[in-house]
């Protein structure tokens, strides 16, 4: 996704790409697979470099005869044992870099000093780390026949094993997943990954229980950003110390939409029913007082953690049949800091055997620091906008052109409240970006809509309860406009097999002392 250039002077509020590629020197040609015997290491390291089209090393194959003999025999190395066999690794290593060869290496490594040796000096090498419990990597051991490496082996690698620490810059997958999904997770995630944060974050010890459950946190170059397990919601993301989302505490429950990931709808839909393929559906009443099912039916779930670096995050869950919507999908969102701010995507696969309708979008509250909304500069690319009734339900399309609702060129949203879609003014291909600029014109962020986003609400939060009452402005990216299910407008409908992307971003900038 391609960054929104600023205003004439104005800069951004993160590096720019030529200071990012000056910055972060070589880029990453060789990735180090680490983990304990039995965690897949062998397995997804040729697939991973089958994915790439690099070549690939077990480095198994640098152990001494001697070694592997005595290993079969049971008996653990030390580090006496294993100093020819990392020598021979680092100068493998050093001339594959001198070659300019791409390439997969895979290692156990679970000493610290092992991974300094192997890294220490070569920022061309990115370490990947296979993270799984040891009763799962026990019976994945019990069943593994003709390796040279035994079973019983195990609990001394359990007593060696010292997992990386974030300055080593692990991208951590988890192994309970099969290892197509875990080159998948690889595979994006390494495909952008950003330099080293300069000073690495080490999350505090002892960080409470949250109802909104794991909290996961994403830093590079002044960037902060916070995901949470339920529903793969988006809690916070500040750059250079200044929150730019109107979010939530971890130890709060998730109000108003923060945040939250709307899949496999936006948005609502009238009286939650709706008829597909001859069929007629009836969906649970979420939004009660109104008669609406809306945002979706993966808010409320936990999701599960695929992979994770200090800069990047992917999750994913499977959404099943049920009533109302007898689909069954596969979903994963992954969040990126990076020289263009924060990069969200959101990708649906159909995995079942039929046609699925499906759209997708999100619910950020975005704040520059003015207490109410009502100063802020908003700038909306909407070629038109969509009239609403009491449950919140489309009537009619309109032209912003002239109206109360011509957001085309920045001004005060004002007291005006807003719970409107837009249809987005643009080709395909393009970004689209909303814009909020603080009323002293100094700084700002723009959110923005790439691949997949056709419409965008924007709320100011007026029907929140009164402390939360248009504190932000919640700028929704969203595939499809309201009630789609109902109207077909905009309703994307997933064949057997078929993937849907939305991809948007936050962007923050800042106008340069004069």
Request: aromatic share 6%; glycine share 12%.
């Amino acid at each position: 996704m391609h960054g929104f250039p600023p205003p004439e002077g104005l800069t951004s509020g993160t590096p720019t790409a030529a200071a990012h590629d000056e910055a972060r020197g070589p880029s990453t040609s060789l990735v180090l697979v680490v983990g304990m015997s039995g965690s897949g290491k062998t397995t997804v390291g040729r697939l991973l470099a089958e994915r790439l089209g690099w070549s690939y090393r077990d480095a198994d194959e640098f152990h001494s005869a001697t070694a592997r003999a005595g290993m079969a025999a049971g008996r653990a190395l030390t580090d006496a044992d294993r100093e020819p066999w990392l020598g021979a690794i680092v100068a493998w290593l050093d001339h594959e870099i001198a070659a300019n060869q791409s390439a997969v290496v895979t290692c156990s490594a679970l000493k610290r000093a092992y991974r300094d040796r192997l890294l220490s000096g070569r920022p061309e090498v990115r370490l990947v780390y296979l993270h799984g419990t040891p009763e799962l990597i026990r019976s994945r051991l019990s069943g593994r026949q003709g390796h040279f490496f035994p079973a019983s082996l195990l609990e001394s690698q359990i007593a060696d094993l010292e997992e990386p620490e974030p300055d080593e810059r692990p991208l951590v997958v988890e192994i309970d997943q099969p290892p197509p999904a875990i080159v998948a997770a690889l595979t994006s995630l390494l495909h952008r990954a950003p330099p080293p944060a300069e000073e690495p974050v080490v999350p505090p010890a002892g960080t409470p229980v949250s109802p909104t459950g794991e909290q996961w946190t994403l830093t590079w170059k002044g960037q902060k950003a916070v995901v949470v397990q339920l529903g793969a919601a988006l809690r916070h993301y500040e750059v250079d110390g200044r929150a730019l989302l109107d979010g939530f505490a971890p130890e709060a429950p998730i109000t108003g939409g923060r945040g939250q990931l709307l899949v496999p709808w936006p948005n609502r839909i009238g009286d939650g029913r709706y008829h597909f393929e001859g069929a007629d559906l009836q969906l649970p009443l979420t939004e009660p007082d109104k008669g609406n099912a809306i945002h979706g039916l993966l808010r409320w779930v936990p999701w599960q953690l695929q992979a994770r670096s200090e800069e990047s995050l992917r999750l994913g869950t499977v959404l099943r049949p049920q009533p109302g919507y007898p689909f069954l999908l596969d979903v994963t969102a992954e969040y990126r800091l990076g020289p263009d701010g924060l990069d969200v995507v959101v990708s649906a696969t159909n995995v079942g055997n039929g046609p699925a309708p499906y759209g997708v979008g999100q619910h950020p509250y975005l704040t520059l620091g003015t207490g109410q909304v009502d100063t802020v500069l908003l700038t909306v690319p909407a070629r038109d906008r969509f009239l609403t009734d009491d449950r919140g339900l489309p009537t009619g399309q309109e032209p912003v052109k002239g109206s109360d609702f011509d957001f085309r060129t920045a001004r005060p949203i004002g007291p005006q409240q807003l719970d409107t879609a837009f249809g987005l003014d643009r080709a395909d291909g393009e970004v689209a970006v909303v814009r909020l600029a603080h009323p002293s014109g100094a700084h700002g962020v723009d959110v923005r809509l790439g691949e997949g986003v056709r419409y965008v609400q924007i709320y100011t939060g007026d029907t929140l309860p009164e402390t939360e009452r248009r504190r932000g402005v919640a700028v929704e990216p969203m595939s499809c406009p309201p009630d789609a299910f109902r109207s077909g407008l905009g309703n994307d409908v997933l064949q057997p097999g078929d993937t849907q992307v939305l991809r948007w971003g936050l962007g923050a900038w800042r106008r340069p002392p004069s």
